[in-house]
């Protein structure tokens, strides 16, 4: 498996957290992604929320911009890197809508 040596023929949490920086950086916004394990039928899932806010807190509260969430079982995804990359589009999807109601209200 590679876990004693440290290394997998799978992606890494560099390749994840450099996926989640980037988006920080293009959408101005900070992430959270908080993991919570299920059971479904029998067997183990993990259900991920992904949620993006505000960089800039006013009083210590960023205003939340989007949140997505899905099971590693729904999205039939084994690589949790592919997890987070498939709600990262869901999310990005998410806050254009967002922009294009703001551009068109003003």
């Not at 876990?3 to 101005?28: C, P, T």
């Not at 205003?63 to 079982?73: D, F, H, I, K």
């Amino acid at each position: 498996m590679g876990l004693s040596k440290g290394a997998s023929l799978g992606s890494d949490w560099r390749d994840v957290a450099a996926v989640l920086i980037a988006f920080e950086a293009i959408n101005n916004c900070h992430l959270e992604i908080r993991l919570m394990a299920g059971d479904r039928k029998g067997l183990a899932d993990l259900k991920m929320v992904l949620s993006a806010t505000e960089r800039t807190a006013v009083d210590g509260v960023a205003p939340l911009l989007g949140s997505v969430s899905a099971t590693c079982w729904a999205m039939n995804l084994r690589n949790l890197e592919a997890a987070v990359i498939q709600l990262l589009y869901q999310l990005d999807s998410q806050l254009a809508s967002g922009e294009f109601a703001r551009v068109l209200k003003t």
